[in-house]
């Protein structure tokens, strides 16, 4: 481990707080453009938090894809909405409940899922390998999807000019 | 282990909050964003439990959901904002187009 295990908690810490803070941020604010903005922060913790988990390729591509791509897409797109805030009344006690039973149900459920016999955390060169060879479906999938986002943003910039 | 539980905490909140913000809100947009923080927690639990199980194969699932979840956003953002140019809003409760 490069980090001392002192600030190798403390990042961790500070990395679920900030996530849990905006999602708090995304659920409750009226402004839209903040809701998606608090969204690209979690993500971003999320990424930090998967790189601390020790899978920094997938935390990199995370935070390209995800965040540097598709949740700045949004909150463009969102810039274009002139959108009144509102929520559905009286529903929030029930929300409220359903919300923290959901999240006792998944703590519970996850954290009693037994270890395998798990292996040395791979490469990149590993990955690539895998990618090309044995995982060559879910690669040509990445590619067409990302390549749809492409065609989306194009389709909305267009939809603009008439 | 405590990293485990820990990270296996934050996604249980996340995807506790997200939840909420789906329920509550009128707004697509909110809707998605409040999705998004679910589809966040989800990829945290898939990266815990890939950690305990099978890394690799783990690893190319976490980064096809991450495609989808891009790919996704673009869709859903487009027909929001179809939806908003034909209605002038994006409050649910309006798009009754598509009721039987």
């Given at each position: 481990m490069y980090l001392s295990d002192f600030l190798f908690w403390g990042a961790f810490a500070t990395l679920s707080i900030t996530a849990v803070l905006f999602a708090l941020i995304a659920v409750k604010t009226k402004d839209s453009v903040y809701a998606a903005i608090s969204l690209g922060f979690v993500g971003s913790s999320v990424a930090g938090i998967i790189a601390l988990i020790g899978f920094g390729y997938l935390a990199v591509f995370h935070l390209i894809?995800?965040?540097?791509?598709a949740v700045t897409f949004m909150t463009f797109s969102v810039l274009m909405l002139k959108e009144k805030p509102g929520t559905i009344r009286g529903i929030w006690p029930l929300a409220l409940l359903n919300s923290i039973l959901l999240g006792v149900v998944i703590f519970l459920v996850v954290s009693r899922v037994p270890a395998g016999h798990s292996e040395a955390l791979p490469g990149t060169l590993e990955i690539a390998e895998a990618l090309l060879a044995k995982y060559w479906f879910p690669m040509l999938l990445i590619t067409l999807s990302l390549a749809t986002v492409i065609i989306e943003g194009i389709v909305v910039a267009r939809g603009g000019e008439r | 282990m405590n990293m485990v539980l820990g990270s296996i905490g934050v996604a249980a909140v996340l995807f506790a909050l997200g939840a909420y913000g789906a329920i509550t809100h009128r707004s697509v947009i909110r809707m998605l964003i409040s999705l998004e923080l679910m589809f966040n927690a989800v990829l945290l639990l898939l990266v815990v439990l890939a950690l305990l199980r099978a890394p690799l194969d783990g690893y190319i699932l976490a980064m096809t959901v991450i495609a989808l979840a891009s790919s996704e956003i673009g869709v859903v953002v487009s027909i929001v904002v179809l939806l908003f140019r034909r209605l002038?809003?994006?409050d649910v409760t309006q798009a009754k187009t598509l009721k039987g």
């Open positions: 894809i995800y965040v540097g791509a | 002038g809003s994006t």
